[in-house]
């Protein structure tokens, strides 16, 4: 739970901050900052994929998950549900209660919607590394910033969003870590390790890649490797 409490955090004083300076701050502050988060984001990336004993079944979880992923079109769903939920904000009677509540929504989507909250929470819950959640933090912080600047206090609110979405994966995650090998957490933790990089070149403005349609990987990699501990297989390759 400490990366999810240090998100609250970064959120909450971004947010804040946000409120206060308005548009002062400048767009290329803003943009060296994202490109600096993206350059240690795609290092963590690689360092988590590197804790694989066998890239097979990292390349495997990613193919087969984004093949799935595409299939059941995750990324178009995540957005569709974002227009949605911003169409009946926008039908909102008072317009001081719609703009709270579109800044309470379009941060809640932005900070809770995405493979580094999911991963970083897991992780947080599992091993209690919560390294990803921090960097996570900081990208949220300046978002925060960014978001309330123009939206105004509702995305402050979304803390509350953050902490209990984030929260019940990491405990949940601690509930079943009993059910999960070090294998298995390992070969989850390095295909992760692949989508972390790909929101690295997210933030550099390299590649813009469909990340959400490669969550399955995450849990397609531990089956894959129960299944070879079974027949004995794993580490092999």
């Known amino acids: 739970m400490t990366g999810t409490l240090l998100n609250v955090i970064t959120v909450l004083v971004g947010g804040l901050l946000g409120t206060t300076l308005g548009n002062r701050l400048p767009e290329r502050v803003r943009e060296t900052v994202l490109h600096g988060l993206g350059l240690v984001t795609l290092a963590i ?4 994929t590197l804790q694989t004993k066998n890239i097979l079944i990292v ?3 990613i193919l087969v998950g984004g093949i799935l992923g595409e299939w059941w ?3 178009d769903r995540l957005q569709g549900l974002g227009a949605w939920l911003e169409a009946r904000v926008q039908r909102s009677g ?3 209660t719609a703009a709270f509540v579109q800044g309470f929504v379009t941060a809640s989507l932005v900070f809770c919607v995405g493979p580094m909250a999911v991963l970083g929470a897991l992780q947080d819950g599992l091993t209690g590394d919560y390294r990803l959640l921090a960097i996570k933090s900081l990208l949220d912080g300046f978002a925060a910033l960014a978001f309330s600047s123009s939206l105004g206090i509702g995305v402050v609110f979304s803390v ?9 994966i990491s405990l949940l995650a601690g509930q079943v870590q009993q059910a999960l090998s070090p294998a298995m957490i390992a070969e989850m933790t390095a295909t992760g390790g692949v989508l972390i990089m790909a929101i690295g070149l ?11 349609n490669f969550l399955p990987a995450i849990l ?3 089956v894959v490797v129960a299944v070879l ?4 297989a794993y580490g092999v390759g």
Request: a positive charge; hydrophobic letters at 45%.
């Open 45 to 48: 990336g690689l360092q988590l």
């Open 94 to 96: 008072e317009r001081k």
């Open 229 to 232: 501990e079974r027949l004995g």
């Open 59 to 61: 390349m495997g979880s």
């Open 73 to 75: 079109r995750l990324e």
């Open 202 to 212: 997210l933030l550099l403005e390299i590649k813009r890649i469909r990340v959400a």
């Open 160 to 168: 509350l969003t953050v902490a209990t979405y984030q929260g019940a």
């Open 220 to 222: 397609i990699a531990p």
